[in-house]
């Protein structure tokens, strides 16, 4: 079935620093991609998305873009911010071979960005 | 515009007992979905509803999990007898069906003690 495989945290960063977080993906069809951050105490928020190749899904100073070829949707964000601190959660769905459209999600990359 | 509403937003309960959810979705949002997020892990889906016929339920545990949407509106979600295991976030989603994109209630954190 479907999945989603994204680097495992926590990942630690000082202010302004480069962000990369690595996701990659198997799917029978052809999924649309997401990114969503989950603050603490909060439900899930959609960051970016991308639904087709070469699509660059960007929000906030956030950018993935989707790379059939490497089936990957890296998150990346040039100068991270102490507000930045979340947990980042790598998804995808398919409208057409997926039941309708359920999520299926990574396992969460959580962040921490110090001052 | 609300955003999809859940109640409560914690919950602590003795194991053996019964416990319920609710979710109200964005208005217009015809298709409902109930997520299980176990700690550090991702959401997985539990029920999937189309107005108010569930159209995906293969993975809700229905020995003890049951799920129902009167009037293609609110949705209840409950747990009888519930288990030390049950203990996660239960979040809930609406999407318009002709799009993917799904937005997320701030979820209920279910604790069994």
């Known amino acids: 079935g479907d999945s989603v495989t994204q680097m495992e945290g926590p990942v630690t960063l000082s202010e302004e620093a480069f962000l990369t977080i690595n996701c990659t993906y198997t799917?029978?069809?052809?999924?649309?991609l997401f990114w969503y951050v989950q603050y603490p105490g909060e439900g899930l928020q959609l960051l970016l998305k991308?639904?087709?190749?070469?699509d660059k899904g960007s929000n906030k100073g956030f950018e993935a873009t989707y790379r059939k070829e490497t089936t990957s949707f890296h998150l990346e964000k040039g100068s991270v911010q102490v507000s930045d601190s979340a947990v980042y959660f790598c998804?995808?769905?398919?409208?057409?071979?997926?039941?309708?459209?359920?999520?299926?999600f990574g396992q969460g990359t959580e962040l921490s960005v110090k001052p | 515009e609300a955003g999809v509403v859940q109640s409560p937003r914690y919950k602590i309960i003795e194991k053996k007992q019964p416990v319920a959810f609710w979710c109200n979705p964005i208005?217009?949002?015809?298709?409902l979905y109930w997520y299980l997020q176990n700690l550090g892990q991702g959401p997985e889906l539990l029920i999937r509803?189309?107005?108010?016929?569930?159209?995906?339920d293969s993975q809700l545990p229905k020995d003890r999990f049951s799920a129902e949407r009167l009037k293609g509106v609110d949705s209840t979600l409950k747990i009888q007898p519930a288990e030390l295991g049950d203990s996660a976030v239960y979040l809930c989603?609406?999407?318009?069906?002709?799009?993917?994109?799904?937005?997320f209630g701030p979820g209920t954190r279910l604790t069994v003690l």
């Open positions: 998804a995808l769905t398919d409208l057409i071979y997926n039941q309708g459209g359920k999520l299926i």
């Open positions: 509803y189309e107005n108010e016929e569930a159209v995906d």
């Open positions: 799917a029978t069809g052809y999924p649309s």
């Open positions: 208005s217009g949002h015809n298709t």
């Open positions: 991308a639904t087709k190749a070469d």
């Open positions: 989603a609406s999407s318009l069906r002709t799009t993917n994109e799904q937005f």
